[in-house]
Structures are given as C-alpha cells and as structure tokens.
C-alpha cells in the first residue's frame, strides 16, 4: 500500500477502531446502521431508569440496574455525540493521518522507530479493550442466571407487559434481545475510548519526534541549527494546535465520564458487599476491571502527554546551546519558553486529566463507599 493512498480507515495506528465505527455508519459512512445501533439504546436506557424508580426487585439488582443505566447513558452520549460531530471528527482525523504519513515518510530511523513503538502500543490497547468489553458483554448476559429471581440482563419498564411471567415466552424473548444488544453497545462504547486514547498517543509521539530533533542538534552543522530549530518551533505549533482540537472534540464528553466513572465504581463496589453468590461476586469484579481499566489508560497517557510536553524544553535546555550564535540561542530560548506550559488533556474545560486527578476521585469514591456501606449496614 503506498502511503499518499493509504485510506484514512486502515491507518495501522488505528488498529480496527475506525472499520469498527465505519461498519455501524458513526464515521465515514453515513447511513441508517448507526439509527439501528443507537435507537434501541436511546429507548431502553428511558426504560431502565422508569424500572429503577418503580422496581420492587432486590436491592442487589437494583444497583446493578443503576449501574447499567449510567453505563447505557454514557454509550448513548457517546454515540450521540460522534453522530452531531462526525464532520469535525473526521476532518480531525484527517489532519492526524497527514501528520501520521509525514512521520513515516521520514529519512529518520529514530523516528521511524518511534512511530513503530506508538503504532504497535494503540493496537495493543484498542485489543485489550475489545477483548475486556466482550467480557463485559458476558458477564451482561451471564449475571441473571446466578441470580435469586427472575431478571434480564438489564431492568426495563414496559406498561401492560409482565416480562417476567412464567407462562408466556415476553421473558425469553426479551432476554435474546438484550443478549443481541450487548455487542452492539460494545461496539459503541469501546471504539470511542480506543480513538481518544490514539489520539493522546499520536499527541505523545509528537512531543517525543521534538525531543529527539532538539537532541539531536549537536550533529549538525552550525548553518543547518537555525533552520531546525525554526522547523521545530513551527511543529510545536501543530503540535499545540492538534492538542487544542483534541480538547474542543472531547473535553465536555471528559467530564460526562469523570462524573459517570465515579458513579459506576462507587455502585460496583457496594454491589460487591451484597453479593449473594460467588459467580455474581466474580462477574462485578469483572465489571469493575473493565471500567477501571478503560479509565485508567484514559488517565495515563493523558498524565504522559502533560509530561512529555513538558520534556520538549528539558531536550532543548540539554542541546549543545552554548555553541549556538546569539540569534539561535534567542530563536531556541523562545522555543524553551513556549513549552514552559505542558500541553494538557482537559476535563470540562478546566481541569487538566492526569494521575493525580485520578487518584483525588478514587479518594471520594471511597470515602462516599465507606459512607453507604455504613449506611447499609
């Protein structure tokens, strides 16, 4: 495949996501499978929380179902928001695979090297993750059958039905339904994460090409130094820009998450305490890691693009400066002061996403944990 025709879907760093969203029409295609994906998710999370407020189920379901019903409203928000802005989506990734084809385009075998470690990670990841939801997908359809009663694999309200009667098949059939419907919420849920955390990664590479070419200024001729730095300069900039389009995509998506992350696993926990069986203890801790984990490389990778950011002036202040001209070491001076501010992830706008923002929400989740459980008690 020659790099000028690669198509934008079979980008290597992608991995499957983008087949994935092209498949149910989210990007690049538009037609009537993402209404088939996204319509029976809108109308069975309406149902979930009209279930929640009228159930008599036990309390064990009760929070499971509330569970489900944040995951269901995060998946719709997700697919939602990639169907209002699939054009800034896609011209976003387009502005990514013209950056992503000039680096392996380059004489460079660092670089080159580089783009290969950052290809071969997102694919890894965006496996992880798929392979983490269709154990969730699982353990959906799977949880029921250990349970006390008679339930779906996610609670639903519909007037005049008695879904769970004995004598007529409404419970079968429903249950096949919802068991058919898992994969398809898999589909919308872990692709999303996957592209934003390739996004962050490619984010990463970026600041990783600068830091090697501020390094390697020591090899070239006094005449060439100039010209490089200039050419970085003007890469960080693109560098800024793109992460600035990352954060207008995202950012208000980044605090639905944050909000829904600490309700899920606040819920997930208090469902492990009330457990009443050893498959329904080991199928919430599945649930557990699947969304703690999806969370977490969100995090990490964010918290490694604000320091590697930052680096690009510790790999500039490293260079030989002090063999440079005046006019270089000023023009290489205002590089170091640009990157001063590490560029950063921002949830909501304001908060910047890192490890250490995870870690003050794992904080309140369990002190709001230690709070209900007391409560429950």
């Known amino acids: 495949m020659e790099l000028k025709s690669m198509d934008t879907v079979e980008m290597p760093i992608f991995g499957s996501t983008l087949k994935l969203m092209k498949f149910w029409s989210y990007l690049f295609v538009h037609n009537w499978r993402r209404y088939v994906a996204m319509a029976p998710y809108v109308i069975i999370n309406c149902t979930q929380y009209v279930d929640i407020y009228l159930s008599t189920e036990s309390l064990d379901f009760i929070i499971r179902n509330v569970y489900l019903a944040v995951l269901f409203t995060n998946t719709v928000v997700r697919g939602v928001l990639l169907c209002v802005q ?149 890469y960080q900039l693109k560098l800024s820009g793109f992460v600035d389009a990352m954060n207008a995509l995202n950012t208000h998506l980044h605090l639905v998450e944050f909000l829904c992350f600490g309700a899920m696993l606040c819920v997930l926990l208090f469902s492990l305490i009330i457990a009443q069986t050893i498959a329904q203890t080991v199928i919430v801790i599945a649930y557990m890691v699947m969304i703690f984990a999806n969370s977490v490389v969100l995090y990490y990778v964010a918290n490694e693009l604000y320091f590697q950011s930052f680096d690009i002036a510790i790999a500039a202040y490293e260079s030989n400066w002090m063999d440079f001209d005046v006019d270089t070491q000023k023009t290489l001076k205002f590089l170091i002061m640009r990157s001063q501010k590490p560029l950063a992830i921002l949830v909501g706008g304001t908060y910047p996403m890192n490890l250490k923002m995870l870690q003050s929400l794992l904080n309140a989740i369990y002190s709001f944990f230690t709070l209900l459980r007391r409560v429950y008690g």
Not at 98 to 115: A, C, G, K, M, R
Not at 174 to 193: D, K, L, R, W
């Open 86 to 234: 699939r054009f800034s989506y896609e011209r976003f990734i387009n502005v990514l695979k013209s950056f992503y084809i000039e680096l392996l385009q380059s004489d460079d075998p660092t670089i080159n090297l580089l783009v290969e470690e950052t290809t071969r990670l997102s694919v890894f990841i965006s496996r992880i993750n798929l392979l983490m939801g269709c154990c969730t997908c699982i353990g959906f359809v799977t949880y029921p059958i250990f349970g006390s009663e008679r339930v779906l694999p996610y609670g639903m309200y519909l007037p005049t039905i008695d879904e769970y009667k004995y004598a007529s098949p409404y419970y079968e059939i429903f249950f096949v339904i919802q068991a058919i419907m898992a994969p398809m919420g898999c589909c919308m849920y872990i692709p999303y994460t996957n592209m934003v955390v390739t996004f962050t990664l490619f984010a990463i590479l970026m600041c990783r090409v600068l830091q090697h070419k501020l390094r390697s200024l020591e090899k070239l001729k006094n005449e060439q130094v100039r010209g490089e730095i200039i050419w970085c300069i003007k």
